[in-house]
């Protein structure tokens, strides 16, 4: 089965309001994750990275923070856009020799205006 | 200007034949990999290659078959072994394993 996963398939959000979304994986030995925006019919956009030696990184407009204690990921997107309605995926690689990036089913967010 | 390409955009294949899709990238990037998307899910590896004339099996490459003779191209063929072969398609490349990975704008494929 997957290792890497989304707690919510669809989040709905105020345009203006700041969006969570949220990711969990169970491999403790990951240790570089990245968040990706797609887009219908497109292929995913890189966001934001992080790797396992940090809490948190912040962009434009995005931070994304990693919780190794308990697995976990999110991506924090402030003042929400209608642009940025996308499907977002967390993505997670394994280290090692073969190491690849492994992707979660991803959440749908979609911004109200 | 750098990016991967994937050719066709859009490909119609009727059952038992063969396909092949086409990925270029101009980045100099020794990683390349392919994945599949199925509609509501995340993206499945199905081969990905570190180095040419190398490449190895993702989670789902039961009726795929990849080469990598240039740096430059990792095309992939859709065999008729194949069974569900309609879904859509990203190529994607990374200077090496285990960082960021570029990805082109996906083919569609869809058996008829």
């Known amino acids: 089965g997957e290792s890497v996963g989304l707690h919510l398939p669809t989040l709905s959000v105020q345009e203006g309001d700041n969006s969570i979304i949220n990711c969990a994986y169970s491999?403790?030995?990951?240790?570089?994750f990245i968040w990706y925006k797609q887009e219908s019919g497109k292929g995913p956009q890189f966001i934001i990275d992080?790797?396992?030696?940090?809490d948190k990184r912040q962009g434009q407009r995005v931070t994304v923070l990693l919780n190794k204690t308990v697995k976990h990921l999110s991506l924090q997107i402030a003042a929400t856009q209608p642009g940025d309605s996308a499907v977002y995926f967390c993505?997670?690689?394994?280290?090692?020799?073969?190491?690849?990036?492994?992707f979660g089913k991803g959440i749908t967010l979609s911004v109200r205006p | 200007d750098g990016g991967i390409t994937q050719s066709p955009k859009y490909l119609f294949r009727k059952e038992g034949q063969n396909v092949t899709l086409s990925c270029e990238q101009n980045?100099?990037?020794?990683?390349m990999y392919w994945y599949r998307q199925d509609p509501g899910q995340g993206l499945r590896l199905i081969y990905y290659s570190q180095i040419v004339n190398d490449f190895q099996k993702g989670d789902i490459a039961e009726g795929y078959s990849v080469s990598r003779e240039k740096k430059e191209s990792f095309p992939l063929t859709v065999t008729s072994a194949q069974k569900n072969p309609t879904a859509f398609y990203l190529c994607a490349s990374s200077e090496d394993r285990g960082t960021e990975a570029f990805f082109g704008q996906g083919t569609r494929l869809t058996v008829v």
């Open positions: 992080i790797r396992s030696n940090m």
């Open positions: 993505a997670e690689n394994i280290a090692g020799a073969n190491s690849k990036l492994t």
């Open positions: 980045l100099n990037h020794d990683a």
């Open positions: 491999n403790s030995a990951s240790d570089y």
